[in-house]
């Protein structure tokens, strides 16, 4: 069924564009050629390897009583004895080298599927906060530069979006759109103009005020329920990053300057530094309708 979404597909050759042959460019399904060859012995093996008692971590939330909850932690924890030196996370992987290129799978389908991204910030980096921020302005919102041009005005797209994923030291942006073949070429026309736009004008003070608190508001909604908080909890420790409470993650947000937009824009979302990733049945006539992104990148072909 994954092979027959194309809107799933666009974002693992995005990846492969973005990342290239770094693990990361990989699509996290994998295969079916892999996955068909695994066997019995090979998964066995993998979980020996992975899931250790050092890597593992027990977070909670709620109506827990935390000394409780160390006893059973404990009760459950290997004896010193029959702990292995190997217990504890994978080592870090070389970060990858981004080089601008261009991907497409063809495919017999009604709308062109399209994604246009490159490196970002690790999940570490301070500027996670400001990322987050412009995003909200150029695609993250109902209210958003993107989905206001090409799908209010112009009526070009039904969705149109910006995303990003952060991972250890090293990261991903990217926008989204999907449309028909006849709106293809408009539509990236002014997804370029608005990435060129980002560039020297990131945001007003309305749009940074609105991003902020529309960016306050999510975040606080998103923790009513005690399975986000535990899942907060252990993500942070899991990924050895601080647990900061909601206002301190609030007083971060609120600090985000124009001038920080400004910059992050500049080394993260300039055209001569994107891929571009499509996938619909016709090639040449994608090539052609990406051009706009392309002048003055150099991506490869």
């Known amino acids: 069924m994954y092979e027959d979404d194309p809107q799933d597909r666009v974002f693992d050759i995005l990846g492969r564009a973005i990342f290239g042959e770094h693990p990361l460019g990989r699509a996290v399904i994998g295969t079916a050629a892999v996955i068909g060859s695994v066997d019995r012995d090979q998964l066995a093996a993998f979980h020996a390897s992975r899931y250790r008692p050092g890597s593992i971590v027990i977070a909670a939330a709620g109506s827990v009583d935390h000394d409780s909850l160390v006893e059973l932690a404990r009760a459950a924890e290997a004896p010193a004895g029959e702990r292995s030196a190997e217990d504890g996370p994978v080592g870090p992987l070389p970060l990858p080298s981004f080089t601008p290129r261009v991907r497409f799978l063809a495919k017999d389908t009604e709308q062109y599927h399209v994604c246009v991204g490159g490196g970002g910030i690790g999940r570490e980096d301070e500027r996670r906060f400001a990322l987050r921020v412009l995003e909200g ?152 309708a990406v051009e706009p992104l392309r002048t003055g990148a150099g991506a490869a072909p």
Not at 209 to 223: D, F, W
Not at 268 to 274: E, G, I, S
């Open 137 to 288: 302005i150029l695609g993250g919102t109902s209210s958003s530069r993107l989905f206001q041009e090409v799908r209010e005005r112009r009526g070009l797209a039904y969705s149109v979006f910006s995303f990003s994923n952060l991972y250890a030291q090293t990261g991903e942006i990217g926008l989204y759109v999907g449309t028909r073949p006849e709106n293809l070429a408009e539509a990236l026309k002014v997804l370029a103009g608005e990435l060129e736009r980002c560039l020297t004008d990131p945001a007003s003070e309305q749009e940074l005020t609105r991003s902020r608190e529309n960016l306050k508001g999510r975040m606080v909604l998103g923790l009513e329920s005690t399975g986000a908080r535990m899942g907060r909890l252990g993500a942070s420790v899991l990924n050895d990053m601080p647990i900061l409470s909601v206002e301190e993650v609030i007083e971060r947000i609120d600090a985000v300057t124009l001038e920080q937009l400004r910059e992050l824009a500049g080394e993260l979302y300039d055209p001569a530094r994107l891929s571009l990733a499509g996938v619909g049945p016709d090639e040449e006539h994608f090539r052609s």
